[in-house]
């Protein structure tokens, strides 16, 4: 099988839920027996490299980038790269990568064609789209429902966190407030600076979004200028081996997201499911999320989290203050989630809902 995934995550790509899930799909299915997998994507390095798991990692070259976004590199390397594969599944279903494949498919022909959704925006052909794919492996029921696609042909796969690497440490002093993601103003990270109860110390770990006109490409200016004169810390992109450390240094996680963003914009669609949510609970760090989009298909409030309400700045500041203060909550709360992680939110127990959607159109 061959998973198509428009951006590399990394230091080559990007830094985002979008861009870790295919690879790390990818690696856990390519770790299960019996599985030949290769994930092509695209960069500046073009090339082929095998990993220890066993996946093949395929780098092309991109000609150009559709409306110099980077989810749309364009390049006819792609055609023979999935042509003789007898599946291929696709990331970001608007993106270049999964149109061409899509087009491929319907002209000259591959396996069967599966995608995976991960809030990439885009109109037009959508109806096109959806008639040539077989099957639409979704992260979260609430992701499957704003695709609109055929039920029939929909499967709930959701995501994952590596439970070994995402774990607590024994003797790891717990302390401060993380967030994990890009500063883009869906993200509500405005909303976080402002609840942040006096005192405390919060890491804002994470990159700028592809937000191209203003205010919106000012966003993380605004976060600095929120943070001014607060113990407050923006180390930019943590690396891989960084994340787990910094997840398990962390008294409480938080997730602000929002439905409208501080320059009144509604945001249609936000947060389909949340991989830094599921990475913090593996490592059972307590978690205060916002009641949107997947979310709560995750996070169980009072069992393995706090939600609340998007853009709710008050009730965000009793939520993280009530865990900064309250030690055996806090680790209730952790011990549960990392127990529903290693339950049903692990990649191994991703890959095997994605096998089982495969094996009804390979056999």
Not at 128 to 145: H, I, K, P
Not at 212 to 228: G, I, K, S
Request: hydrophobic content about 40%.
């Amino acid at each position: 099988m061959v998973h198509v995934a428009p951006t590399a995550f990394g230091v080559d790509g990007l830094f985002g839920g979008g861009e870790r899930y295919p690879v790390a799909l990818a690696r856990a299915l390519a770790r299960a027996p019996g599985v030949d997998c290769e994930l092509v994507t695209f960069g500046g390095s073009p090339g082929v490299r095998c990993e220890p798991s066993g996946l093949q990692i395929r780098v092309l070259r991109p000609l150009a980038h559709w409306r110099r976004h980077p989810a749309h590199p364009l390049s006819l390397a792609l055609v023979p790269a999935i042509r003789s594969a007898d599946l291929v599944h696709t990331h970001q279903l608007r993106s270049a990568p999964s149109r061409l494949a899509a087009l491929t498919s319907a002209t000259v022909g591959t396996g069967a064609l599966v995608t995976t959704d991960h809030g990439l925006g885009g109109s037009g052909s959508h109806g096109v789209l959806s008639r040539q794919f077989d099957r639409f492996l979704t992260v979260s029921r609430y992701s499957a429902a704003t695709l609109g696609a055929p039920p029939a042909k929909t499967r709930v796969v959701y995501g994952g966190a590596d439970p070994v690497q995402f774990r607590p440490g024994p003797t790891e002093d717990r302390t401060g407030v993380l967030f994990v993601g890009r500063l883009t103003p869906h993200k509500g990270v405005d909303r976080l600076l402002r609840a942040l109860p006096e005192g405390a110390e919060l890491t804002i770990a994470g990159t700028g979004g592809h937000d191209r006109r203003r205010p919106e490409r000012d966003y993380p200016d605004l976060l600095r200028n929120l943070a001014a004169g607060r113990r407050v810390r923006f180390p930019g992109p943590v690396t891989d081996e960084a994340l787990p450390t910094l997840h398990r240094r962390t008294a409480v996680f938080v997730l602000p997201s929002v439905d409208r963003t501080c320059y009144g914009r509604r945001v249609a669609i936000s947060e389909l499911l949340g991989l830094s949510v599921l990475e913090a609970m593996a490592s059972a760090t307590p978690v205060v999320a916002s009641r949107i989009g997947g979310v709560p298909e995750v996070v169980i409030d009072g069992e393995t989290g706090l939600l609340v309400e998007p853009g709710d700045v008050d009730a965000l500041h009793d939520r993280i203050a009530t865990l900064l203060s309250d030690r055996r909550l806090a680790r209730r709360l952790g011990d549960n989630a990392r127990a529903a992680v290693a339950e049903r939110f692990t990649w191994e127990a991703c890959a095997r809902r994605c096998l089982a959607a495969y094996r009804e159109l390979v056999t």
